[in-house]
């Protein structure tokens, strides 16, 4: 058997309060009756977990505050054996807070106070020796840039949460993945990308292209959706373990695809991060 690929994710940890509510409320309003959950989060703990739950050896740079709620942001990454050596506590700074409004149809909003976050600067990365490094847009630019210009691996940028950011991180990344929002955001920035560009749609799917032509284009599986918080996340993940193990376009894309929507079957955006098991075995009921 093969030995797993490696990556480093560079980002993000949050820890998510949840409230799950019948409607999501309209601006100014105020709705009751939500029930309240506290989850790990943080979209880059997010796609480090799912790398790991996938089949990579994976650890996390970040920066977390020297409190409980990073203790508990911390929790499942460390059950799951995800190396946390780069993950430092700032005794200043609290650790990240996601407030996260869900609804009965699984749609929902989310407001982030970054924390510690914010404070992951350049000189604070050390980069192991690994065959992917994935990112996004949760921690300052300026360290992504960084990694960006010393890395040498294959590069994932999640382009999320959507931002104006320099042409160099685009030009650099190997795969860069949007949702349709983000994509409209972005708009022409995107052709700057000489590697894989995948786009996806919700439940819609998600395609994926080089140099502007489409090259694969794949359906999401139907599933009942509960939370489609860390979904994208786990979709990033996904198509990057799957291309580097190998697989074709097609077949990559249609795996990231399936974990995402896996990962919107359960509640929570960590404790929703399916292992490949699940992954496979929603793709043989397509």
Same mark, same amino acid.
């Given at each position: 058997?093969?030995?797993?690929? =490696?990556?480093?994710?560079?980002? =993000?940890?949050?820890?998510?309060?949840?409230?799950?509510?019948?409607?999501?409320?309209?601006?100014?309003?105020?709705?009751?009756?939500?029930?309240? #959950?506290?989850?790990?989060?943080?979209?880059?703990? #997010?796609?480090?977990?799912?790398?790991?739950? /996938?089949?990579?050896?994976? =650890?996390?740079?970040?920066?977390?505050? $020297?409190?409980?709620?990073? $203790?508990?942001?911390?929790?499942?990454?460390?059950?799951?054996?995800? $190396? +946390?050596?780069?993950?430092?506590?700032? @005794?200043?700074?609290? @650790?990240?807070?996601?407030?996260?409004?869900?609804?009965?149809?699984?749609? &929902?909003?989310?407001?982030?106070?970054?924390?510690? #976050?914010?404070?992951?600067?350049?000189?604070?990365? &050390? +980069?192991?020796?690994?065959?992917? +490094?994935?990112?996004?847009?949760?921690?300052?630019?300026?360290?992504?840039?960084?990694?960006?210009?010393?890395?040498?691996?294959?590069?994932?940028?999640? /382009?999320?949460?959507?931002?104006?950011?320099?042409?160099? +991180?685009?030009?650099?990344?190997?795969?860069?993945?949007?949702?349709?929002?983000?994509?409209?955001?972005?708009?022409?920035?995107?052709?700057?990308?000489?590697?894989?560009?995948?786009?996806?749609?919700?439940?819609?799917?998600?395609?994926? =292209?080089?140099?502007?032509?489409?090259?694969?284009?794949?359906?999401?599986?139907?599933?009942?959706?509960?939370?489609?918080?860390?979904?994208?996340?786990?979709?990033?993940?996904?198509?990057?373990?799957?291309?580097?193990?190998?697989?074709?376009?097609?077949?990559?894309?249609?795996?990231?695809?399936?974990?995402?929507?896996?990962?919107?079957?359960?509640?929570?955006?960590?404790?929703?991060?399916?292992?490949?098991?699940?992954?496979?075995?929603?793709? $043989?009921? /397509?």
């Amino acid at each position: 058997m093969a030995e797993p690929h =490696s990556i480093v994710v560079v980002g =993000s940890v949050n820890l998510d309060f949840v409230a799950t509510v019948e409607k999501l409320p309209v601006a100014g309003e105020t709705v009751s009756g939500a029930e309240l #959950n506290r989850f790990p989060g943080g979209k880059g703990a #997010n796609q480090a977990l799912a790398a790991r739950r /996938l089949g990579a050896n994976v =650890s996390l740079v970040a920066r977390v505050g $020297d409190d409980t709620n990073a $203790d508990e942001a911390l929790a499942l990454l460390s059950a799951g054996e995800v $190396d +946390l050596a780069a993950c430092d506590r700032d @005794t200043t700074i609290p @650790t990240g807070v996601a407030l996260i409004a869900v609804s009965a149809d699984g749609e &929902n909003q989310i407001v982030v106070a970054p924390g510690a #976050n914010r404070y992951l600067q350049p000189e604070m990365l &050390n +980069l192991p020796d690994v065959d992917a +490094l994935i990112c996004q847009l949760e921690v300052p630019v300026k360290t992504l840039l960084h990694a960006a210009a010393t890395f040498s691996g294959f590069f994932c940028v999640n /382009l999320a949460p959507a931002m104006d950011v320099p042409d160099a +991180l685009i030009e650099r990344a190997d795969l860069l993945v949007v949702n349709e929002t983000e994509a409209e955001f972005y708009g022409a920035a995107l052709t700057r990308c000489d590697g894989l560009l995948a786009t996806t749609f919700g439940a819609a799917g998600a395609e994926l =292209s080089k140099g502007g032509e489409t090259i694969a284009k794949a359906k999401s599986p139907v599933i009942d959706a509960l939370d489609t918080t860390g979904a994208g996340d786990t979709f990033t993940a996904a198509l990057t373990v799957a291309l580097l193990d190998g697989m074709e376009a097609q077949a990559a894309l249609e795996f990231a695809c399936a974990a995402g929507a896996a990962a919107a079957t359960k509640q929570g955006a960590q404790p929703s991060l399916p292992f490949r098991a699940d992954v496979e075995a929603l793709i $043989d009921k /397509l």
